[in-house]
């Protein structure tokens, strides 16, 4: 079913927007996705072995990259900027809404149907 959803959504957005406004959001929330997985590395660094410049590098580039890109786009496309940012923050809201029906619904540690012997 999700992937009939995902199809039916890339045909609505393919056909009713400029297919250069869809290429510049997925380049934009790819450097959002490369930046946030890097930063997350970082607290798993010591059980993979990987190098703190590394990271640093990487996540410096991809910011610079990010940041760069988010300012000619506002200046050049300021209708795929706002698109970009009603995605992020629709992004932030679906995820702490799920994380809060999601804790709403999880049985607390110790109460759960145990019988005592």
């Known amino acids: 079913m999700g992937l009939l959803i995902t199809a039916a959504a890339a045909i ?8 250069s406004s869809i290429a510049s959001l997925g380049s934009a929330i790819a450097l959002l996705m490369f930046t946030l997985v890097t930063a997350a590395h ?3 660094r010591a059980e993979t072995g990987a190098s703190t410049l590394v990271l640093s590098v990487a996540i410096t580039s991809t910011v610079v990259v990010l940041l760069t890109f988010a300012l000619t786009t506002l200046v050049d496309e300021p209708a795929t900027a706002a698109a970009l940012a009603v995605i992020l923050l629709l992004s932030i809201a679906l995820d702490l809404g799920w ?17 005592s012997s």
């Open 12 to 19: 609505v957005l393919a056909a009713g927007f400029d297919l």
């Open 42 to 44: 970082f607290r798993v």
């Open 99 to 115: 994380k809060r029906a999601r804790d709403g619904r999880q049985v607390p540690h110790g109460s759960a149907d145990v019988e």
